[in-house]
């Protein structure tokens, strides 16, 4: 089989202390333990990744609120109804729990036909009930609080799985009742997500509903650091000329276990026949030998004699895809490795599909949402016996001569890139930052290097059991409030998301050879943060930006270091922490000034030119260029307001001819505004 030739653009390697697997006497691992702790919240938020036990955490918490806390009943939702399988009977109590977690048949609505006239009328048929628990779909809720009205639910629990399929978007029907239920404060709420940002960039819940919640995170890190087996992650794309199927072997090996999603038929991607794509793909792997009587997968003969095991969950046909989908659902058939090889899909297979043994999750054409990539990738990050490498790998369109395809197809490089730059912020320990002063001490758990800390110089802690750096910075604004002190602590990746998401910050980044860049990192960014939180006054603002930039552009230069002494491999678990640490002590003075200097993109384009061919990047680039637009008043406006601050700290105003191109920048925005004045003015 060819060896596969992906470019990863992230690869994280973990220590494998198999601590998040371990369980205490009530049967609960480290992030079921910690939501535990918070069972009396009325609002929980719970932000942890695939396969972390979300769902056993929800079954703790729901018990304990129906059997101590006096809630009637708990409602379970999902957003699909495979995802119900999640939330079936678990005898907890043989694992030092107080009872066991029971649904009634007839109550999963997943699963059941529905009584009573239909699923919303049962949801009914439940309200009146004595029984404690329902199971359905987001849209079988939506339509019952539509039809009943929110007070019908009262003293109730509602627990929402795959929370960011909420938003704050008013046309979003779930997340309009949500903040129903939420001003009218009659019921609790347990919201989970793994991906806690939308594709769409829209935010999830309001900034005034979600200070309602009490969050709990559990990271990336933490969870795959304390794995038992898998040990490396690796993330990246590749492009290909002509079709995908001629080039699908580059980048698939036969020898992992691998789940393909095909593109959708509407994308550049697609041949438009899903059905003969499926058939070139096996045809590619070796001789088909028909199907499996009992399970409808195909039998492919491969050229070195093993004969491939493929769940085909593309032919729709009736009867073929139910019967592959309930092949593969066999509970006693989970932790059996051999039951398949390869699975082929279009449209499934992402979000809560669950097989331990898949190693390398390859998808055709670019998702458009960035959770849904989120979701993909999770499929890999399942720790499973003998399993130590996992991988994601995008295979992408290069550019054609067509005018269309080369901006379709630079659209797609640059979602591409946004995914990754997204995904190492998700999978890197967490960076809590504090400013540097003359009272600043060592953060008590944090482990500052070989040297210890250091009062006089740049100090970064880092705590191996919580994976959080503790980093020191001169000159950082502190937030002010308490929701920008949360936003600062908690969703920093939700910034940083609508930042690498920014096409124009993006582009310019990548492709802009007189970008000066501090007009991403404050300028972009800091209208990014402005319009994000509106309700925020300046100071928050500054603070929000600087933290959210020093985050994105250390996590870049972690990465830098790492490729430049070819660490990835040798320096295990400690790499990225000690590429953090390499950089901060490189540069003497940690400053804010320093870290906004960086282009937040260089390190991306280093591994697009890697993983392009030089004529497409070309072509990439030609694109971006003939877009490119002078200053706008918006723009304008902020360098000036930068240009204010430079002011107080210098004593005069940034000056057109300085050789500092930043200060040249802003006395450029001063002008234009003049200039546009002047113009009003004479009408």
Request: hydrophobic content about 35%; charged content about 30%.
């Amino acid at each position: 089989m060819t060896e596969h030739t992906t470019i990863p653009s992230v690869s994280v390697t973990y220590a494998r202390t198999g601590s998040s697997k371990k369980s205490n006497e009530l049967g609960m691992r480290v992030m079921q333990e910690r939501v535990y702790e918070k069972r009396g919240e009325q609002y929980l938020l719970i932000k942890s990744p695939p396969a972390s036990g979300k769902s056993r955490a929800l079954m703790f918490v729901a018990l304990d609120k129906l059997h101590n806390q006096g809630i009637q009943q708990a409602i379970i939702t999902v957003p699909e109804k495979a995802i119900g399988s999640s939330f079936n009977n678990e005898p907890l109590s043989d694992f030092g729990f107080f009872t066991d977690w029971n649904v009634e048949p007839k109550w999963n609505l997943c699963n059941a036909p529905g009584e009573d006239g239909g699923k919303v009328n049962s949801v009914k048929a439940f309200l009146d009930s004595e029984d404690r628990i329902l199971v359905c779909t987001h849209a079988t809720f939506r339509f019952a609080v539509e039809r009943f009205g929110v007070a019908a639910f009262d003293n109730r629990l509602i627990a929402v799985d795959e929370f960011h399929h909420v938003s704050a978007n008013p046309d979003n029907k779930l997340g309009a009742h949500l903040g129903e239920f939420i001003a009218r404060d009659k019921i609790h709420i347990v919201a989970m997500t793994g991906s806690y940002f939308r594709g769409d960039a829209e935010a999830v819940l309001s900034p005034h509903d979600e200070a309602n919640f009490d969050t709990v995170t559990y990271t990336y890190y933490e969870q795959l650091n304390g794995y038992e087996y898998l040990k490396t992650l690796d993330i990246g794309y590749y492009f290909y000329s002509g079709t995908y199927a001629e080039d699908i072997l580059k980048v698939l090996d036969a020898n992992e276990k691998t789940i393909i999603h095909i593109p959708h038929p509407a994308s550049r991607e697609s041949t438009k026949d899903k059905i003969k794509e499926v058939e070139h793909i096996i045809e590619e792997l070796g001789e088909w030998q028909g199907t499996d009587s009992k399970t409808g997968f195909h039998l492919v003969k491969t050229k070195d004699g093993r004969t491939l095991r493929i769940a085909d969950l593309v032919d729709d046909a009736p009867g073929k895809q139910d019967r592959v989908i309930t092949a593969l659902k066999i509970p006693e058939q989970k932790n059996n490795r051999d039951h398949v090889d390869i699975i082929i899909a279009l449209g499934m297979a992402m979000e809560g599909f669950d097989w331990i043994w898949c190693e390398h999750a390859l998808t055709i054409g670019y998702r458009s949402s960035l959770t849904q990539i989120i979701q993909i990738i999770g499929r890999t990050t399942r720790d499973a016996k003998g399993k130590t490498r996992a991988r994601f790998t995008n295979l992408i369109a290069e550019p054609d001569a067509a005018e269309d395809a080369v901006t379709d197809a630079v659209n797609d490089t640059l979602k591409a890139i946004a995914a990754s730059l997204l995904m190492e912020q998700v999978l890197a320990p967490k960076f809590n930052f504090v400013a540097k002063n003359s009272q600043s001490t060592a953060a008590e758990g944090f482990d500052y290097g070989e040297y210890g800390y250091n009062p006089g110089g740049t100090n970064v802690g880092f705590n191996e059991q919580t994976g959080q750096f503790q980093i020191e910075i001169k000159g950082l604004a502190e937030p002010k409030s308490k929701d920008a002190q949360r936003i600062c602590q908690e969703d920093l990746n939700e910034v940083i998301t609508a930042f690498v998401q920014d096409k124009t910050a993006l582009e310019r980044g990548l492709f802009d050879e007189e970008l000066v860049p501090e007009e991403l990192t404050q300028v972009r960014m800091g209208k990014i943060v402005k319009d994000k939180y509106p309700e925020l006054d300046d100071e928050d603002h500054e603070a929000i930006r600087q933290h959210a930039i020093a985050a994105l552009n250390l996590t870049q230069k972690a990465k830098e270091m790492v490729n430049e002494d070819n660490e990835s491999e040798k320096g295990g678990s400690t790499a990225f922490v000690d590429g953090v640490r390499k950089y901060a002590m490189d540069v003497r003075d940690l400053d804010i000034d320093l870290i906004d200097r960086i282009n937040p993109f260089s390190e991306a384009y280093a591994i697009l030119a890697k993983s392009m061919s030089e004529e497409s990047l070309k072509q990439v680039a030609a694109v971006i260029s003939a877009k490119k637009v002078s200053l706008t008043e918006e723009e304008a406006r902020e360098l000036a307001i930068r240009a204010v601050k430079f002011k107080k700290e210098r004593g005069r105003l940034p000056e057109l001819t300085s050789s500092d191109p930043w200060e040249k920048r802003m006395a450029e925005g001063i002008a234009f505004i003049q200039r546009k004045v002047a113009e009003e003015s004479n009408g």
